[in-house]
């Protein structure tokens, strides 16, 4: 049992990793977005999930079997329908089936990290966190794990004597059914792991991921508040900002996994201050870097310069929670890759591109906010390294016409995707941005692909991005 704690210990302090929860429980600061960072990193835990399940097996051996010495202390046998089974037939029964779960348990252990270098190899080393996420994956090996201790736990309650004989019959039967279970969860993980590691899921399942960012990040209903975020007066601005302002930097370096921007507007508001970001979630930052500026009429002490930087939440990875480019970059790794001179498979990269149009054609109906953040008094308190929907395009498009820029199959879905991304926008912002990358696809197919007719389509291509920029959107 105590072995068993410390694993269960290890796993939660492998996923805490770079920064102190129970410090952030104790002091109450940020702790949505560190409880919220805390659970996306959870879910990449593999053993979180079996961890939870060996668990309950525990409770659940120490329950039934408790319930067995109870039925047999009150009615001297246990229940007939039940039925019964020898000590001896029992220790045989649940010794064969913890060793069978541990050995199956290697094994889908054993599949599950040649699917994860498989992943790893061909799809990209990031994509392998997307693996680690699937609860299939958890949930089979956690049952097998479960079941193995269970059935320890209740074969060493099993007492051979004649005078204090005693089979916990009734745990025994329970035991058979988890070893059902087990056979059916061995062949669902055979089925699932064989799906999970084609093109098409893969790709079908980060764009899922980009979809929820999405709506998570840019919802509907609030579209039109965030019409507000806008720089209403460029006095708001104090102008001796940039002379006045005291620089916060970074007390540590990587990845920006999460801001808590709750924390820093009340922080702004209680006291009358005005705090300009200098980096966004997905952004890495060393040591001593500038990561907000914060100006105030009054002296800004240590303690406020800590209280901010505590709602900057690093650590070595890039995570989804705030970071749509993230799950943008995962799809064009795929694409990528795939594009290779060693893979050369354009057919994925198209799968992709699809992919990404249609998150990004969702995505440009919505209103991304510019950053700025006014109190109830109408004043200026925070100023946040915004992302910009240009940004997102970038992102989404530019590698893939680096390196796809000499395939034509490539080259001309770009196009059309940016075609049905064009019809949904709606600013000026969104349709410079548009135009800009059909204007760059079109010049490196011109200097890379010497057949005429590739360019002749390439050319129709581009201009039915014209056309659908030319043709105004539509409100709902």
Request: charged share 20%.
């Amino acid at each position: 049992m105590n072995a068993l704690a410390g694993a269960y210990h290890r796993v939660i302090m492998d996923v805490i990793g770079d920064y102190d929860l129970c410090h952030c429980l104790m002091k109450g600061i940020t702790m949505i977005t560190r409880l919220g960072t805390f659970w996306e990193r959870l879910r990449e835990n593999f053993w979180f999930l079996p961890a939870i399940m060996i668990l309950i097996a525990i409770a659940l051996s120490v329950l039934i079997v408790g319930f067995d010495q109870r039925i047999s202390l009150q009615q001297g046998e246990t229940l007939h329908w039940i039925g019964t089974i020898s000590p001896e037939g029992a220790r045989s029964f649940l010794s064969t089936v913890a060793g069978s779960m541990i050995s199956v348990a290697g094994v889908t252990f054993s599949i599950t990290l040649v699917a994860l270098a498989q992943t790893s190899s061909q799809y990209g080393p990031r994509l392998t966190s997307n693996f680690l996420r699937d609860r299939g994956n958890q949930i089979v090996l956690g049952t097998f794990v479960a079941t193995f201790v269970y059935c320890i736990l209740v074969l060493r309650t099993i007492r051979g004597t004649e005078e204090l004989a005693f089979v916990p019959h009734i745990a025994v039967l329970v035991g058979v059914v988890l070893t059902v279970a087990s056979v059916g969860v061995f062949v669902y993980f055979i089925h699932h792991i064989s799906t999970s590691l084609k093109a098409e899921n893969i790709i079908a399942d980060i764009g899922h991921e980009l979809d929820r960012a999405i709506a998570r990040l840019f919802p509907e209903e609030s579209s039109l508040e965030a019409y507000e975020h806008e720089l209403r007066d460029e006095h708001d601005i104090p102008d001796n900002f940039e002379e006045q302002a005291i620089a916060i930097k970074a007390s540590q370096s990587g990845y920006v996994q999460a801001i808590d921007y709750d924390h820093l507007e009340e922080t702004a508001v209680e006291n009358d201050l005005l705090l300009q970001l200098s980096c966004r979630a997905g952004n890495f930052i060393a040591k001593g870097d500038i990561i907000v500026r914060a100006w105030s009429d009054e002296q800004i002490d240590d303690d406020l310069t800590k209280s901010i930087g505590k709602a900057f939440i690093t650590g070595s990875r890039r995570l989804q929670s705030q970071d749509i480019e993230y799950a943008i970059y995962q799809l064009v790794e795929v694409a990528v890759r795939s594009l290779s001179p060693s893979v050369n498979d354009p057919f994925t990269a198209v799968a992709c591109i699809d992919q990404i149009s249609a998150s990004l054609a969702e995505l440009a109906e919505r209103k991304i906010p510019e950053g700025y953040y006014y109190d109830e008094a109408e004043k200026l308190r925070l100023v946040r390294d915004a992302i910009t929907f240009t940004g997102i395009l970038e992102a989404a498009f530019n590698k893939i016409r680096r390196y796809g820029r000499s395939n034509v199959d490539v080259v001309i879905r770009l196009l059309e995707a940016l075609a049905i991304i064009a019809v949904r926008v709606h600013t000026s912002e969104q349709k410079e941005a548009v135009i800009t990358q059909a204007h760059m696809i079109r010049r490196a197919s011109e200097d890379n692909i010497p057949e005429p007719n590739d360019l002749e389509a390439i050319e129709a291509r581009y201009r039915l991005v014209l056309n659908a920029l030319e043709t105004e959107s539509q409100p709902d």
